[in-house]
Each structure stands twice: as C-alpha cells, then as structure tokens.
C-alpha cells in the first residue's frame, strides 16, 4: 500500500515515534506524527480520506489515525488486486526490495476497502508497554560523559537524517521536506505561543537541588529574544528528542496548554534558526527542516550566551517577518501576566528584560502558609489563595483518547491588600487557559485547559470544554476542605465573597452558579460558633446572629432546642449568598417552636421574665419582617433603625391560625398576684397588670377578685424600663397575641356576671322570683 522506500524513509521519523507517542508522549506529538506522515503519502490512500473527514477544527487528529497508520506502515496489507498508480521511483526501488515489499508495492486497496477492512489481531503489531519514565529508550541513550556533545550533533545527522559530507542521501531531503510541510502551515500559525511553551518546558524541566528559585527570563533586543533558564541542562535524550516529529522526554502531562502547545518548533514562527546553548550542546534548528541540528562551533557562541554558561540559554534571532513588527513582539511579552505563576509547579520567577520598550519587569511567586500565594512584580505585591484539583479524564470525553489520563483546574482567590474593600473589583477577573481569555462573571480566577477560539478571546462549546465546566463545582468544593484544615477566618470569608450567585456567570457557565449553590448547600461548608471554633454545618442548619439575637438565645440553646447553630461571627455572609444558600433568619415559627421545647423541657422559668421581654422583641421583628416579606429584616441587622426596641411600625392584625393555636398553648407568661405561676393564653383570660390610672375605687374593687385574676407579672415589662421603644413594642406584642387590659366590662364579664348565673346567688340577693326569672335568660347568653 505504501512504496517500500517511501516506507523506509518515513519510518524513522514516523512509525518508532508514533509507537511511544500513543502511549507516553503528548497529544501534540500523535499530531506531529500523523501530520507528517500525512503530507508525505502520495496517493489517495485511506489516511489521506481520513484526515480529510476526521479532522477537527482545532487541528486535533482523531488517535484511531494512529492504530491505522502504525498498522499500515508496520504491516501493508497484500492482495491480490489491481495495482494502484505508483511513481517509477517507487517502482524500481522495489524491486530490490523483498518479496513482501515488492507485494506491497505492487498492491493497493482503496480508501473505502482500507478503512472498512479490520485487520486479524494476529497481523497487528505489537506496541510497547507504556512508559512513565523521561521517554526515551534507556538501551539507545548514551551518557554525555561516554560522548562529546559534537559527537552527539554528529550521529543524529549521519545515522538518523542519512547527513553525509554532500548532504541528505537519496532524496531523504524532499521526503522530510514534504513530511513537515503541512507541519509548518498547521501549528506554527500563531507567533505568540512560543512564549507560553518556553514557559511550560521551563517548568517541565528538572532543577538541580541547590537552585532555590527556578528561574526563566527572556531578554528582548531589536534583533533577537534570549531566554535563560537555571534548570539543570540537556541530556542526549532531551536533544535526539528535541531532533525528532513526535518524541519527548516529557512524561505523560495532565494538559497545559492543551491543542495550541506545539512545542519546541513553536519558536519558528519568530525566528528562522533557534540555537539551544546548554550543558556542553552548542546547535541550531533551522526553518526548512525544523529537526536537523547544526553544530555551532565555540568562536561562534554568542558573548551573551558566555555569561550564562551554566545555565540553559536559548537564542532566537528574528526572521524578516519578526524584524518587521518586533513592537507587537514587545506587546505579547506585556501580556505574559504573573498570574501564570499560580499554576506552575516549579518556576518561581519569570523575568522580562525588553530593550524595545524599555522596560523590566521581575515577576516572583513566593508560598507562604496555608495556601496563600504572594505574587511580586517588581516593588507591588498581590495575593491569592490557591486551590487546585487533578481530576481523572473519562476516555468519553478525552480530547486525546489514551493519552493524558487526568488534568488540573486551579481557583485563585485574590487576597485584598490592608484596607482595601473584598468585593472591590473582583469581578472583572477572567477565566483562565493559562493566559487570560475575558471575564464570565468569577469574582476569582478559574483556570483549566479549556479549548479556545483561534484568537484566544471565547472558550468553546466543546464536549471537553463542558466536561470541564461541570467539574468547576468541585473546585469551590475542595476548596472548603481547605479552609477546614486549619480553619483559618481570612480563607472562609474570601472564599464566601467568591461564590458566584446564580445569574452571575454567562455564556458556558450560565449554569455553574446554581451547581455551586446546590453542591454548598449540601455541605457542611459555613463555619459555625463553639467553644474550640473549628466546626461547620450545611447552610439549612446555620443562623446569622446579631447582639440581640446572641443575647436572647445563646449557641447553647439554639442548638439545644432548634438543632441550629449559629455563623461564626468573624465571618461575614452577604444577604444576597445567604437567600442562594437558603441560610435562614429565625422564623417567628422557628421561634414559637423554640418556646414550645423550651417549656417542655420545664426551661422557661429558669429563664427569668426578662428573657421573655427579650423573646417578644424578636418575635416582633420576625413576624413584622415576615409579612412585609422584608429580605433584610429577618437578620436583624446591628445597623436597624429599631434596635433592641424592635419599635417603628405597626404590626400585621393577626398571626396565622395554627401558630397562634400553638403559641397559645405554650405556658411562657409570667403571672403576678396571687396565682404566681407561668400560665398559657388558652388556659383563660390574661390581662396586664393593675395601673395608676385606675381611681382609687376601681382598684379597691378590683382587689376583691385579686386571688382570680391572671395577671401579667409587672416585672415583664419593667424589665424594659430603660428602652421606652422596646417597652411599648413588647406591649404591642401582647396586645395582638391576646392580653387584656383590666377593665370594669372584662371583670363583669369574666368574674361577676358567671356567679350571677348561679339561681342560689340570684335568689338570694333578689327575693322576688319574677325577677330571677327575668335575669336568668339575659345572664345565660352573656
């Protein structure tokens, strides 16, 4: 199906390659690997169909390509049917071949028969185990103490490119010429990601253990960009890697730049001849054939370079393109945000020294405890508080199905400076994809691997990019285990003021809020008041307190007769995130219900008449808030115009029917005089206490009843006595739930008027009959 020469001459750049990259190399090496192979097949083969079909927006080649063409430059198919067009250099070079090349080269299938035909497991290669290790194959790898650097540069030329004195060997130059051609035209399209993926490889690489600050730096000129990194240096692998369309070093990665991190070859998009100055290897790339390494003597190493010497230096001077626009080249290096720093896993320090725009800017991440993470750039410091989670990746959804098994997403929660408010600007943050893309509403910083518009300015719909989505929830999760060890105030409040509501967020996230909300309010995730300060409860079981409410109902109580539990108060919730989490005020029912298991448990009168002033004050502002259905009231802000006095306004005319039964029933008042116990509104008529405005008769009169009449303790409201408001609130209170005052009507009517329904009383103090008769009907119906 292939020509044998053909086949010959791709398999080193194509086939041993493609064998690792499918199972411990990064998703960009399968699509160098099958790109390359792509562009050097002539014929209409069953690969050239299925690139055509199979190949996404993004440029992503599906992995099934890979099982195809490994099997078909492994194993060509034979059969026995007509013989497909082949050049008469293929033709006569197969005749040297074996037998079963020149099958193969007298042979083909077409496209349909090829893609539509399984081959027998029995003729499937063999692929190798996979491999977590650097990548490279520890039987072939050749220490640089065993061999010079130039010996190196020197074998890869002769034996891998066929590099003779002359040049390439039997056209192997117009074979690899048109193996990257399209290489070229796909990937290297966007001339500023090279920043990004010097960035990614400096944090990839390994750092000897007396460096104490990973350290990369770019240093701009008109005519060229100098990157220096501190990291340990090249090995051979790092440079027979670095010489090769689908080979690394690098273990499997969980994503960091995703489809738009092309590699080391990004960096020709800027310049023409990248040279790579570490450990003893002194080389260049050049533009035509990307992968060849030249030699680059001593006298002709850069000074620049030679002040650097024990560090990795990588020189890229301009091509005519780059010459022509280094002012825009200057402005991508402006948009290298510390905020990258967040999300890498070494580098410490980045640096831009850029003689264009004169200006240097000296970017430093510095860890401190508990998750916090100071970001210096020159003489400002910013903070934030970061969480990350690795998350396995389901092959459903794998945008590389049998690479990268799990990928990371981070939240950085920006630390206000001393004095500055938390919810100052946060909202304009954007989401992240390792540099910023625009803001969806976050008041942090979310970042992932998502998939991109080719500008860079939207995230996509994609299945991935949904797929990570629905895994942000869990960040804002985790990030609460977070804050629980230890509990630290300053994580939980920056981490509440975070929590996007629910039509906060737009366009791919428009339903992240409301999965936030949901997944918080099912865990215990506010802190709550105790003695040791260190635990929490679900949002149905928390209240937001006040002084009033603190003093009325302790924590104790609270927990004690409601099972709730109080905010801890050096924590602040939001009234707008407390409605979203459906953390409740007390209710007037909540309250009621407390009075009830209170009295059960024969509470109250330890209580004292003073805390069931107290208890009428909140009940006051519950049921006045809860009617005019007031969002703020319930909560009793310390800023109320009421106060303690909960006055200002007058109440609804009724409770509801079944609370005010159940209130009814609950002995909470304090009665004085002579009965001297707590009584219950339905035990019989309750009436305040007796007051000076009586005349001297009246009260004489109302004596004789004294030992009958339920009245109100006058400690109840004297209690009060120095809030005027609060008094006449409580006052208020009592009245619409049913105390009296004393008056002449209610005696007669509760205490005088039923003795006289007695015919022995009536008789004996009225002799004539007709008229007991006469009272005996009227008295009845009173």
Request: net charge negative; glycine share 6%; charged share 20%.
């Given at each position: 199906?292939?020509?044998?020469?053909?086949?010959?001459?791709?398999?080193?750049?194509?086939?041993?390659?493609?064998?690792?990259?499918?199972?411990?190399?990064?998703?960009?090496?399968?699509?160098?690997?099958?790109?390359?192979?792509?562009?050097?097949?002539?014929?209409?083969?069953?690969?050239?169909?299925?690139?055509?079909?199979?190949?996404?927006?993004?440029?992503?080649?599906?992995?099934?390509?890979?099982?195809?063409?490994?099997?078909?430059?492994?194993?060509?198919?034979?059969?026995?049917?007509?013989?497909?067009?082949?050049?008469?250099?293929?033709?006569?070079?197969?005749?040297?071949?074996?037998?079963?090349?020149?099958?193969?080269?007298?042979?083909?299938?077409?496209?349909?028969?090829?893609?539509?035909?399984?081959?027998?497991?029995?003729?499937?290669?063999?692929?190798?185990?996979?491999?977590?290790?650097?990548?490279?194959?520890?039987?072939?790898?050749?220490?640089?103490?065993?061999?010079?650097?130039?010996?190196?540069?020197?074998?890869?030329?002769?034996?891998?490119?066929?590099?003779?004195?002359?040049?390439?060997?039997?056209?192997?130059?117009?074979?690899?010429?048109?193996?990257?051609?399209?290489?070229?035209?796909?990937?290297?399209?966007?001339?500023?990601?090279?920043?990004?993926?010097?960035?990614?490889?400096?944090?990839?690489?390994?750092?000897?253990?007396?460096?104490?600050?990973?350290?990369?730096?770019?240093?701009?000129?008109?005519?060229?960009?100098?990157?220096?990194?501190?990291?340990?240096?090249?090995?051979?692998?790092?440079?027979?890697?670095?010489?090769?369309?689908?080979?690394?070093?690098?273990?499997?990665?969980?994503?960091?730049?995703?489809?738009?991190?092309?590699?080391?070859?990004?960096?020709?998009?800027?310049?023409?001849?990248?040279?790579?100055?570490?450990?003893?290897?002194?080389?260049?790339?050049?533009?035509?054939?990307?992968?060849?390494?030249?030699?680059?003597?001593?006298?002709?190493?850069?000074?620049?370079?030679?002040?650097?010497?024990?560090?990795?230096?990588?020189?890229?001077?301009?091509?005519?393109?780059?010459?022509?626009?280094?002012?825009?080249?200057?402005?991508?290096?402006?948009?290298?945000?510390?905020?990258?720093?967040?999300?890498?896993?070494?580098?410490?320090?980045?640096?831009?020294?850029?003689?264009?725009?004169?200006?240097?800017?000296?970017?430093?991440?510095?860890?401190?405890?508990?998750?916090?993470?100071?970001?210096?750039?020159?003489d400002e410091v910013r903070r934030f508080a970061v969480e990350k989670l690795t998350v396995p990746v389901p092959q459903q959804v794998a945008r590389y199905p049998g690479l990268a098994s799990t990928t990371e997403l981070a939240l950085a929660i920006p630390i206000p400076d001393e004095g500055e408010t938390a919810d100052g600007d946060l909202s304009t943050y954007p989401v992240?994809?390792?540099?910023?893309?625009?803001?969806?509403?976050f008041r942090c910083i979310l970042q992932a691997d998502f998939l991109l518009t080719s500008g860079r300015e939207a995230i996509t719909d994609a299945v991935w990019n949904q797929w990570l989505v629905a895994q942000v929830p869990e960040v804002f999760l985790r990030a609460v285990e977070t804050a629980k060890q230890p509990c630290s105030p300053l994580a939980i409040q920056l981490?509440?003021?975070?929590?996007?509501?629910?039509?906060?967020?737009?366009?791919?996230?428009?339903?992240?809020?409301?999965?936030?909300?949901?997944?918080?309010?099912?865990?215990?995730?506010?802190?709550?008041?105790?003695?040791?300060?260190?635990?929490?409860?679900?949002?149905?079981?928390?209240?937001?307190?006040?002084?009033?409410?603190?003093?009325?109902?302790?924590?104790?109580?609270?927990?004690?007769?409601?099972?709730?539990?109080?905010?801890?108060?050096?924590?602040?919730?939001?009234?707008?995130?407390?409605?979203?989490?459906?953390?409740?005020?007390?209710?007037?029912?909540?309250?009621?219900?407390?009075?009830?298991?209170?009295?059960?448990?024969?509470?109250?009168?330890?209580?004292?008449?003073?805390?069931?002033?107290?208890?009428?004050?909140?009940?006051?502002?519950?049921?006045?808030?809860?009617?005019?259905?007031?969002?703020?009231?319930?909560?009793?802000?310390?800023?109320?115009?009421?106060?303690?006095?909960?006055?200002?306004?007058?109440?609804?005319?009724?409770?509801?029917?079944?609370?005010?039964?159940?209130?009814?029933?609950?002995?909470?008042?304090?009665?004085?005089?002579?009965?001297?116990?707590?009584?219950?509104?339905?035990?019989?008529?309750?009436?305040?206490?007796?007051?000076?405005?009586?005349?001297?008769?009246?009260?004489?009169?109302?004596?004789?009843?004294?030992?009958?009449?339920?009245?109100?303790?006058?400690?109840?409201?004297?209690?009060?006595?120095?809030?005027?408001?609060?008094?006449?609130?409580?006052?208020?209170?009592?009245?619409?739930?049913?105390?009296?005052?004393?008056?002449?009507?209610?005696v007669l009517a509760d205490h005088i008027l039923p003795r006289l329904q007695s015919p022995e009383v009536l008789r004996a103090v009225c002799l004539d009959p007709a008229v007991v008769t006469s009272l005996e009907a009227p008295v009845a119906g009173a």
């Amino acid at each position: 199906w292939v020509p044998g020469p053909l086949r010959r001459a791709l398999a080193p750049f194509i086939v041993d390659p493609l064998f690792h990259a499918r199972l411990d190399a990064s998703s960009v090496q399968i699509q160098e690997a099958l790109i390359s192979a792509c562009a050097g097949l002539r014929d209409r083969s069953m690969l050239h169909v299925a690139c055509a079909n199979k190949h996404t927006r993004e440029g992503v080649v599906l992995s099934v390509l890979g099982d195809d063409l490994a099997r078909c430059l492994a194993h060509p198919p034979v059969v026995a049917t007509a013989a497909a067009p082949c050049s008469s250099a293929a033709a006569s070079s197969a005749a040297s071949t074996s037998k079963a090349e020149m099958a193969t080269a007298s042979t083909a299938r077409t496209a349909d028969e090829l893609g539509d035909a399984a081959m027998p497991a029995a003729e499937k290669p063999a692929l190798p185990e996979a491999d977590d290790s650097d990548g490279a194959d520890p039987t072939n790898e050749v220490s640089i103490e065993s061999r010079s650097c130039s010996a190196v540069i020197r074998d890869i030329r002769e034996k891998t490119f066929k590099i003779g004195p002359s040049g390439f060997q039997n056209g192997e130059s117009d074979i690899l010429d048109r193996a990257l051609e399209k290489l070229s035209a796909e990937l290297y399209s966007d001339d500023a990601h090279y920043i990004l993926e010097l960035v990614q490889n400096s944090d990839d690489n390994k750092y000897n253990p007396g460096v104490a600050v990973p350290r990369l730096s770019f240093h701009l000129s008109s005519t060229e960009i100098l990157v220096v990194n501190n990291e340990a240096g090249f090995t051979e692998a790092d440079v027979r890697a670095l010489c090769n369309v689908g080979s690394s070093t690098k273990a499997k990665a969980v994503g960091f730049i995703g489809h738009k991190g092309i590699g080391f070859k990004s960096c020709f998009g800027v310049s023409d001849e990248p040279a790579i100055h570490s450990n003893g290897f002194h080389f260049h790339l050049d533009a035509k054939h990307k992968i060849v390494p030249h030699e680059i003597p001593p006298k002709d190493v850069p000074k620049a370079v030679k002040k650097h010497a024990k560090e990795t230096c990588i020189c890229l001077p301009f091509n005519k393109k780059t010459l022509t626009k280094t002012p825009m080249v200057s402005s991508k290096f402006g948009d290298l945000t510390p905020i990258l720093l967040l999300f890498l896993k070494k580098l410490r320090q980045l640096t831009v020294v850029d003689a264009i725009s004169d200006t240097m800017r000296d970017m430093r991440r510095v860890d401190k405890a508990s998750g916090v993470v100071e970001l210096h750039v020159n003489d400002e410091v910013r903070r934030f508080a970061v969480e990350k989670l690795t998350v396995p990746v389901p092959q459903q959804v794998a945008r590389y199905p049998g690479l990268a098994s799990t990928t990371e997403l981070a939240l950085a929660i920006p630390i206000p400076d001393e004095g500055e408010t938390a919810d100052g600007d946060l909202s304009t943050y954007p989401v992240f994809s390792f540099l910023p893309v625009q803001p969806y509403g976050f008041r942090c910083i979310l970042q992932a691997d998502f998939l991109l518009t080719s500008g860079r300015e939207a995230i996509t719909d994609a299945v991935w990019n949904q797929w990570l989505v629905a895994q942000v929830p869990e960040v804002f999760l985790r990030a609460v285990e977070t804050a629980k060890q230890p509990c630290s105030p300053l994580a939980i409040q920056l981490l509440l003021d975070s929590v996007p509501l629910e039509n906060e967020l737009h366009s791919i996230f428009r339903h992240t809020g409301k999965e936030i909300l949901r997944r918080l309010q099912g865990s215990e995730c506010l802190p709550i008041e105790d003695d040791e300060g260190h635990s929490w409860a679900k949002p149905s079981q928390v209240v937001v307190g006040s002084s009033l409410l603190l003093d009325v109902i302790p924590s104790s109580m609270l927990e004690r007769f409601l099972g709730k539990h109080y905010l801890r108060q050096d924590v602040t919730l939001g009234d707008s995130l407390a409605k979203s989490l459906a953390v409740g005020p007390l209710r007037a029912q909540d309250l009621v219900v407390l009075l009830e298991n209170a009295g059960r448990a024969q509470a109250l009168q330890g209580l004292g008449v003073g805390w069931v002033a107290r208890w009428l004050l909140l009940f006051h502002q519950a049921w006045k808030a809860e009617a005019r259905r007031d969002p703020k009231a319930p909560h009793l802000s310390h800023s109320s115009s009421e106060g303690h006095g909960g006055g200002g306004g007058s109440l609804p005319p009724s409770l509801p029917p079944d609370l005010k039964r159940r209130l009814e029933a609950v002995p909470f008042l304090p009665l004085g005089g002579a009965v001297g116990c707590w009584g219950a509104l339905d035990g019989g008529r309750v009436f305040f206490p007796l007051r000076a405005k009586y005349s001297p008769e009246t009260s004489e009169a109302f004596e004789v009843f004294a030992d009958e009449l339920r009245l109100l303790d006058a400690a109840l409201e004297e209690s009060l006595e120095d809030q005027p408001a609060a008094r006449a609130t409580v006052h208020r209170t009592l009245q619409l739930l049913g105390v009296h005052a004393l008056t002449e009507h209610l005696v007669l009517a509760d205490h005088i008027l039923p003795r006289l329904q007695s015919p022995e009383v009536l008789r004996a103090v009225c002799l004539d009959p007709a008229v007991v008769t006469s009272l005996e009907a009227p008295v009845a119906g009173a």
